[in-house]
Each structure stands twice: as structure tokens, then as C-alpha cells.
């Protein structure tokens, strides 16, 4: 009886265990085969110099969607019906979707960075209280490394729901620095000399606007706003050396700085 039983299940075992090798082969030849594509797709768009924002946005989805068709193709070839499999997932990407709004809000909020494009990689920003370069613009995150090498990641929804600071769409940045003398001081004589700083500079743009003026009075000291346009690559080089050259040029001309009440209070403590 056994054997008989044996010999009217054993042509079902042996199909089950083909199927079971189809689905292993499609599993392995498919994945293997996403990964080709992937690379292919990623150098022509590298060679037709594809937006690196777009690029790294839209080769993650095309991943995703091939392996879930080769996923269905091995499902199908073990002999399940796809489309009672299909309604399993739809009702799974139902629950799924309502426990990740927020994922999803992402996911539409990269779609629009990149359809707008408020930045893109390799831009420096500001936002949500972070500031460095733009690394990558994934599907639900985008992370950017700071000038301190530190790495954050920013959620899209929230990016694109806040205001952001690109510091990369202009050719152009204003330097702006802040210097504070004493009411005793000679007020043009020192607005000269500033003005004459950055004239003599070489890095700072002569067809843009060169400020030096009273900012504001404080009870402690008049504070002057030292403006200037620098190109955006040579901006931070002439930032720090502007203000090494303003105390060089105020001590050469007797100028003292007046530092701000809070600092003169920790001065007093220390």
C-alpha cells in the first residue's frame, strides 16, 4: 500500500522538485542579470553625462522593480498562481503602506527634489540645522558631509517642507564681517583703510558691490560691516585671510578692535 502510494505521489514530487530548480535558476540567473543591467545602465548614463542626482535616484527603483519581476517569474514557476499571489501583495503593500506614511512621504518628497531640483549632488546647503555637500539623493533620505566630515541624513519630506540654503546655484558669495570699534576712533580713517583692504585684494570681484560702513551703535562700540563678492571656490581661502589681514592692517594703523560686551565679560572671569 505504501508503495503504491509512493509510486502515485512520486510524479508530483518530481515535478514539484523541477519547479523548485526552475524557480532557483530564475532566482539566481535574474539577479545576476539585474545587476548587469544596472551596471550597463549606470555607465551609458555616466557616458551621456546623466545628472549624478537623477542617476542615483533612478537606478535604486529600476533594482527594486527587476528583482520584484524576477521574484514573480519564480514564483509562478513553482506552479502558484500569480494572480492570487499579486492580491496577497496589493492587500500587503496596503498594511505596509498605511505603518509607512512617513517612508512614503519621502519617497514622493526625493521625486520632487528631483523634479525641481531646490539642489542637487554636490551642492553645499543649509538645512533642518545641518550645512555641508550634498553626497547622494537616495529614494528616501538624502545625506550630505559636513565640513566637519561628519555625515547626516536628511529625510526628503522634511528637506522639502523646510527652507533650504544653497550656497552652489550662484557663481558668486558675499564675505561679511563684522569688525567693532571704539567711539574714540577716527570713524573715516578707519572705513578708508577697510575700503583700501579689499580693493587691494586680488580675489575679491571689483564689478560687484565693496561695503564698509557703520552697521550699528551699540553702548560699547560702533560696529562696521566689511562686505565684499568673492567666487564661490576661492570663497572661505579670502574669508579667513580677510580677517587676518583686518587686525594686521587696524594694529599697523593703531585701530583698536573693541571686542562685544560678552566677550569682554568672559575676558573679566577669566
Same mark, same amino acid.
Request: aromatic fraction near 8%; proline fraction near 4%.
Given at each position: 500500500?505504501?508503495?503504491?502510494?509512493?509510486?502515485?505521489?512520486?510524479?508530483?514530487?518530481?515535478?514539484?522538485?523541477?519547479?523548485?530548480?526552475?524557480?532557483?535558476?530564475?532566482?539566481?540567473?535574474?539577479?545576476?542579470?539585474?545587476?548587469?543591467?544596472?551596471?550597463?545602465?549606470?555607465?551609458?548614463?555616466?557616458?551621456?553625462?546623466?545628472?549624478?542626482?537623477?542617476?542615483?535616484?533612478?537606478?535604486?527603483?529600476? @533594482?527594486?522593480?527587476?528583482?520584484?519581476?524576477?521574484?514573480?517569474?519564480?514564483?509562478?514557476?513553482?506552479?502558484?498562481?500569480?494572480?492570487?499571489?499579486?492580491?496577497?501583495?496589493?492587500?500587503?503593500?496596503?498594511?505596509?503602506?498605511?505603518?509607512?506614511?512617513?517612508?512614503?512621504?519621502?519617497?514622493?518628497?526625493?521625486?520632487?527634489?528631483?523634479?525641481?531640483?531646490?539642489?542637487?549632488?554636490?551642492?553645499?546647503?543649509?538645512?533642518?540645522?545641518?550645512?555641508?555637500?550634498?553626497?547622494?539623493?537616495?529614494?528616501?533620505?538624502?545625506?550630505?558631509?559636513? @565640513?566637519?566630515?561628519?555625515?547626516?541624513?536628511?529625510?526628503?519630506?522634511?528637506?522639502?517642507?523646510?527652507?533650504?540654503?544653497?550656497?552652489?546655484?550662484?557663481?558668486?558669495?558675499?564675505?561679511?564681517?563684522?569688525?567693532?570699534?571704539?567711539?574714540?576712533? @577716527?570713524? @573715516?580713517?578707519?572705513?578708508?583703510?577697510?575700503?583700501?583692504?579689499?580693493?587691494?585684494?586680488?580675489?575679491?570681484?571689483?564689478?560687484?558691490?565693496?561695503?564698509?560702513?557703520?552697521?550699528?551703535?551699540?553702548?560699547?562700540?560702533?560696529?562696521?560691516?566689511?562686505?565684499?563678492?568673492?567666487?564661490?571656490?576661492?570663497?572661505?581661502?579670502?574669508?579667513?585671510?580677510?580677517?587676518?589681514?583686518?587686525?594686521?592692517?587696524?594694529?599697523?594703523?593703531?585701530?583698536?578692535?573693541?571686542?562685544?560686551?560678552?566677550?569682554?565679560?568672559?575676558?573679566?572671569?577669566?
Amino acid at each position: 500500500m505504501n508503495l503504491e502510494k509512493l509510486n502515485w505521489l512520486l510524479p508530483d514530487l518530481l515535478k514539484f522538485a523541477v519547479n523548485v530548480g526552475v524557480a532557483l535558476l530564475i532566482f539566481i540567473v535574474g539577479f545576476w542579470l539585474g545587476y548587469q543591467l544596472k551596471n550597463v545602465i549606470r555607465k551609458r548614463m555616466v557616458r551621456r553625462e546623466v545628472d549624478p542626482t537623477i542617476r542615483e535616484f533612478v537606478l535604486p527603483i529600476f @533594482d527594486f522593480l527587476f528583482k520584484l519581476l524576477v521574484i514573480v517569474t519564480a514564483i509562478g514557476a513553482l506552479g502558484i498562481k500569480v494572480t492570487s499571489f499579486a492580491a496577497i501583495l496589493a492587500g500587503l503593500a496596503a498594511g505596509i503602506g498605511l505603518s509607512l506614511q512617513g517612508s512614503l512621504s519621502n519617497f514622493a518628497g526625493g521625486l520632487l527634489i528631483i523634479l525641481f531640483k531646490p539642489f542637487k549632488v554636490g551642492d553645499y546647503i543649509e538645512a533642518l540645522s545641518h550645512s555641508g555637500t550634498v553626497n547622494a539623493i537616495s529614494i528616501l533620505y538624502t545625506t550630505i558631509t559636513t @565640513d566637519h566630515q561628519q555625515t547626516v541624513v536628511l529625510p526628503n519630506s522634511s528637506l522639502l517642507n523646510n527652507p533650504i540654503k544653497n550656497y552652489s546655484i550662484l557663481p558668486t558669495r558675499r564675505m561679511d564681517i563684522k569688525i567693532g570699534v571704539s567711539y574714540n576712533e @577716527d570713524l @573715516d580713517k578707519t572705513i578708508l583703510i577697510l575700503r583700501q583692504m579689499l580693493e587691494q585684494e586680488a580675489l575679491v570681484l571689483k564689478d560687484k558691490p565693496i561695503t564698509v560702513e557703520v552697521l550699528e551703535l551699540t553702548d560699547y562700540r560702533i560696529n562696521l560691516a566689511v562686505r565684499a563678492f568673492i567666487k564661490r571656490e576661492n570663497y572661505w581661502s579670502v574669508y579667513f585671510k580677510m580677517h587676518k589681514k583686518t587686525i594686521e592692517i587696524l594694529r599697523e594703523n593703531n585701530i583698536v578692535a573693541t571686542p562685544s560686551p560678552s566677550k569682554m565679560i568672559v575676558s573679566e572671569k577669566e
